[in-house]
């Protein structure tokens, strides 16, 4: 039977010597690690969050605020946003309250014609692709959802509903810029 005494080493096997130095050293790699990480998830939540498009940008709650009430539905064989037309100012942030009345999911994604149109191709080869992006969400029967947006420059911008079928069955508007 061997017992083993940790409190003092034996001398063939010495025990590491840990100078205050060496303890310094790894304190300082951990903390430069730590340090650098913080920096860099900062930097990309931060540029993620404020990326400006051609359309704007994800708001951020501060100043003016506009909120706007948008309902989803199907009507005698169309699908509907109500309004279907909005007119904000340059630099104005507006709050989309998007609720789904439907019967079916939809998707709520602002972006300029070129962009929706081409997302809807993608979205016809992956018709269960997901959005949960500063400018998109789907919302399944009965849901609300919010979207916080700042338009930042003039133009006539699309809000559509990119489920395969869906913007054909008339689930578009348009947001006129000024």
Request: charged fraction near 25%; charge should be positive.
């Amino acid at each position: 039977m061997t017992i083993c005494n940790t409190a003092s080493p034996t001398p063939s096997t010495p025990a590491p010597r840990r100078t205050a130095r060496s303890r310094s050293t790894n304190s300082w790699r951990f903390w430069t690690v730590v340090a650098a990480s913080l920096i860099g998830i900062t930097v990309a939540q931060a540029h993620g969050g404020a990326e400006e498009t051609a359309y704007g940008k994800p708001g951020d709650g501060a100043g003016a605020l506009r909120i706007v009430q948008v309902v989803m539905r199907e009507e005698g064989g169309r699908m509907l946003f109500q309004p279907d037309r909005l007119t904000v100012r340059v630099g104005e942030q507006v709050r989309f309250l998007v609720r789904n009345n439907g019967k079916i999911e939809h998707e709520f994604v602002v972006a300029t014609l070129e962009d929706n149109l081409r997302h809807l191709k993608a979205m016809e080869a992956n018709p269960d692709m997901r959005h949960e992006e500063p400018n998109a969400r789907r919302l399944d029967p009965k849901q609300t959802a919010e979207i916080l947006w700042r338009f930042t420059k003039p133009g006539t911008f699309d809000f559509s509903c990119l489920i395969p079928g869906h913007r054909e069955a008339g689930m578009f508007g348009t947001i006129l810029v000024e």
